[in-house]
């Protein structure tokens, strides 16, 4: 992948583009509220930037190639940018078609989702042939599948010398005493689903081999091939959520874990505040972004006890950081840093034969 500007010599003028963000709206998996409120922070920004938003939910979703590009069909929203839905006695209707180029369109699948679990291989494949096709998909199909399986992102982190909780995946029901040693940590330990976990739900701290045998059974009676991993336990106050654009961080968030749990995310109730990163954790969260592949990434830090010399551990990298929780808490926007950021067209990538 190459940027524009090795193709192109840009005009000094600016010219608008657009955003084309595509949700999943109908997911029924979580028991969550939603994280995002009817109008999300960036179609406010965008508003105030000139960038025209357009909106679309993966359900019933199809795209058609044209002359100039190719045009999105889906079903339509309402002022909440719910889904509709057919009804039923199986009547459905489309919205107007949102025609759609490379040369001027930004693609934000943030419904997206895990295959199989929150998500369709279709959708998958509908954003991997348009990144074939040069369209800027943010962020690439490669990056939102690595950040997706919280295993491989062990194995990236191991790879590039990242710190990171010690990790092990539960092949079979009847080895987990076999795993935990392999994990060689005490009790507690944190079992989660290496995918599909969202907002915290799915991440479960066990206190002993006994309970972590039977919650494993009873999660592959239910799904054979669910993907679980356990984890060695940090005992934290807080973790930080950095969100890094083009390699820049342009958000930093203090999350402080919930009484009585170990989650912190801020849709379940996790307070958060304003915190100073150290100059050590500002390169490590860049780092992890770049190694990551990602364009615009969520990094979770947890602090090391000694934050000015001794490095954070990675807990995970998020392909589809929410923004209006780190809207509400900093000074300068990072939802109008990022959009301003694309503003200069040579940092698009664009696919090349």
């Given at each position: 992948m190459k940027s524009l500007k090795e193709f192109v010599n840009l005009s000094e003028d600016i010219k608008p583009y657009n955003i084309l963000v595509i949700?999943?709206?109908?997911?029924?998996?979580?028991?969550?509220?939603?994280?995002?409120?009817s109008t999300p922070i960036i179609d406010k920004v965008a508003k105030q930037l000139g960038i025209t938003m357009a909106h679309a939910?993966?359900?019933?979703?199809?795209?058609?190639?044209?002359?100039?590009?190719?045009?999105?069909?889906?079903?339509?929203?309402?002022?909440?940018?719910?889904?509709?839905?057919p009804d039923q006695k199986g009547n459905y209707k489309y919205q107007k078609p949102i025609k759609i180029n490379p040369a001027d369109w930004i693609i934000m699948p943030r419904g997206l989702g895990t295959l199989n679990f929150t998500g369709s291989r279709n959708w998958y494949d509908m954003m991997k042939n348009l990144e074939e096709?040069?369209?800027?998909?943010?962020?690439?199909?490669?990056?939102?599948?690595?950040?997706?399986?919280?295993?491989?992102?062990?194995?990236?982190?191991?790879?590039?010398?990242?710190?990171?909780?010690?990790?092990e995946p539960i092949v079979h029901s009847e080895?987990?005493?076999?795993?935990?040693?392999?994990?060689?940590?005490?009790?507690?330990?944190?079992?989660k689903s290496s995918t599909g976990t969202q907002t915290g739900v799915g991440v479960v701290v066990v206190e002993s081999l006994r309970s972590l045998k039977s919650l494993i059974q009873m999660q592959l009676l239910y799904n054979k091939y669910l993907p679980i991993i356990i984890q060695e336990f940090i005992n934290i106050e807080y973790d930080i959520r950095?969100?890094?654009?083009?390699?820049?961080?342009?958000?930093?968030?203090?999350?402080?874990v919930m009484s009585d749990d170990i989650r912190s995310n801020a849709s379940m109730g996790a307070t958060t505040e304003e915190i100073e990163l150290t100059e050590l954790e500002?390169?490590?969260?860049?780092?992890?972004?770049?190694?990551?592949?990602?364009?615009?990434v969520g990094v979770d830090l947890l602090p090391s006890e000694d934050r000015e010399n001794e490095l954070p551990?990675?807990?995970?990298?998020?392909?589809?950081?929410?923004?209006?929780?780190?809207?509400?808490?900093?000074?300068?926007?990072?939802t109008k840093m990022i959009l301003e950021k694309y503003k200069d067209r040579s940092i698009w990538p664009v696919s090349t034969p």
């Open positions: 949700s999943h709206s109908a997911a029924s998996v979580r028991d969550t509220a939603r994280e995002e409120p939910d993966f359900v019933g979703m199809h795209i058609n190639k044209t002359n100039s590009g190719h045009e999105v069909i889906s079903f339509p929203l309402d002022d909440t940018l719910e889904v509709e839905l096709e040069g369209y800027f998909i943010l962020n690439s199909i490669d990056c939102y599948d690595l950040c997706n399986s919280k295993y491989m992102s062990y194995l990236k982190c191991l790879q590039k010398d990242i710190r990171t909780p010690k990790t080895t987990v005493e076999d795993t935990v040693k392999k994990l060689d940590t005490d009790f507690p330990l944190v079992l950095v969100v890094v654009c083009e390699n820049e961080i342009v958000g930093v968030m203090k999350r402080n500002k390169t490590e969260a860049i780092r992890i972004a770049e190694e990551f592949r990602g364009r615009l551990y990675c807990l995970e990298v998020n392909a589809n950081p929410g923004l209006n929780g780190i809207e509400e808490i900093s000074k300068d926007s990072p």
